[in-house]
């Protein structure tokens, strides 16, 4: 396995489009309200991507049709934007999105109520928030990675959620989808350690069911097996000298 380390000029990049990704999941989760459609939230981060002067990460990305990737309740991820789905009252969504600047991907995602929400449901969502949280806090140079897949299963497991084991993340940067694979639970093995200039997703998904999934008709849509509810907290970060540096981040979820 070979961890691309990034260049002065692609983590300048990175950072900004970090940035405009930023941007574009504060104010679509803002306009993410009842009788809203997802593909009006769709068609809205896609005008301020290009506003920006960067690109959709995800548009064309392997034939996916869409700026964003919208999973309300069951739908874990890469749920297209229809015009024909409206949110509701109650529901949980996620925003998953990447913006392309200066040829460089940043990958982030969030999930937020609509509404009055269900107490499984808040919990759900404040449990993934704390789990990239406490994963990105030990993403540092030295860690060995597969300590972020342990950190992530550990807070899960102990909220009584299960961790989605098919899905993980990844690093990211001059693609969509590089070296390495971030498992989001504890497999036995330390995994490679974590140097300066590496990029990386970390995105926990976890279920209140068994965390099983299907992938629906259209060949894009994942959801649980059970039609439990499902969420995914992401951002991308940079391994610094000294720590790390969160690319993605407007504000602070939990």
Known sequence: M???IKTDEEISAMREGGKILAEVLEKTCKKAVPGISTYELDQFAEEIIKKRGAKPGFKGYQGFPATLCTAINEVVVHGIPRKDKIIK????LTVDCGVIFKGMYTDAARSIPIGNISAEKSKLIKIAYKALEKAIKIANPGTHLNEIGKT???VTESAGFHVIRDLTGHGVGRRLHEEPIILNY?????GPILKPGMT?????ILAVGTGEIVVLRDKWTIVTKDRSCAVQAENTI???????????????EI
């Open 238 to 252: 940079l391994i610094t000298k000294t720590g790390n540096e969160v690319l993605t981040q407007l504000r602070k």
């Open 200 to 204: 990386l997703a970390i995105e926990p």
């Open 186 to 190: 504890w497999r036995g093995k330390p």
């Open 2 to 4: 070979t961890i691309p």
């Open 152 to 154: 992530i299963q550990k």
């Open 89 to 92: 009252e109650g529901d949980l």
